[in-house]
């Protein structure tokens, strides 16, 4: 099996030496970046499958980074913040991370959560190569190719973050069931995530900002005291 690399942008180097020791016992491969240049330039040369970014970086900060990279790689983000600030959690998942961890942590969390979502991954590339190689049509002129994680309106490519893609995908895969705030929260953002249901919410927004072409309709479906359906 392919060993999977983590990149790990940390300005403290105690933080940065302890999960990089206990994810390498776990089999993971590690590098460290102390800042969010040296960040940004490690993304592009060792092409990690996996990033741990603080949010508070010397340089600049982690939702900066955590924007840039959504936008030019396709690789998962989990932010480290010492910050409990529900709007700083939000705004880190609104700009395209995958999940968020705060200080002080429990590594055997980190390591559950990285495990998490390489498994969904690892899930999702299993349904591709079984028989999803054809590009789901859902009416709007909306089409899905799983394959390439891609989403096209009329022939023209929507750009999604990782997140918006996943919320997007569950729903067009259970198209018509209703979900609630909380079991979106579970199924797509993963184990145990502790976040507050105005994510689902603002993803959400997104997703119909990118996809509707008219403001009194939507392909996603509010159903009220609820939660969503893909209609």
């Known amino acids: 099996m392919e060993t999977k690399k983590i990149l790990i942008i940390e300005d403290e180097q105690s933080i940065s030496d302890l999960l990089s020791y206990s994810l390498r016992k776990e089999g993971f491969g590690t590098k460290a970046a102390f800042t969010g240049e040296e960040g940004l330039q490690m993304i592009a040369e060792y ?5 741990l970014l603080d949010l508070m970086l010397p340089d600049m900060s ?7 990279v959504t ?6 983000i989990i932010m480290i913040t010492a910050k409990s600030d529900t709007f ?7 700009l395209g991370a995958d999940d968020y961890i705060t200080k002080p942590f429990d590594l ?4 559950v959560r990285i495990k998490a979502i390489f498994r969904r991954i690892e899930l999702i590339s299993e349904a591709i190569e079984a028989n999803e190689f054809n590009a789901l049509q859902l009416g709007h002129g909306i089409e899905i190719f799983k394959e390439k994680r891609e989403v096209v309106k009329n022939g023209i490519r929507v750009d999604f973050t990782n997140k918006e893609y996943d919320l997007f995908i569950f729903l067009a895969d259970h198209k018509g069931r209703v979900f609630s705030r909380a079991e979106l929260l579970d199924k797509v953002w993963g ?6 249901t105005r994510t689902v919410d603002i993803h959400v927004q997104r997703l119909r900002k990118k996809l509707d072409e008219r403001k ?3 392909i996603i479906e ?10």
């Open 47 to 51: 092409k990690p499958d996996l990033i």
């Open 62 to 68: 982690g939702f900066d980074i955590c924007k840039k």
């Open 71 to 76: 936008k030019e790689h396709p690789v998962p």
């Open 88 to 94: 700083d959690k939000i705004l880190g998942m609104e």
């Open 108 to 111: 055997r969390e980190v390591l």
């Open 191 to 196: 184990y145990d995530f502790t976040g507050d």
């Open 216 to 218: 009194d309709t939507s």
């Open 222 to 231: 509010t159903v009220f005291g609820i939660g969503y359906k893909l209609i």
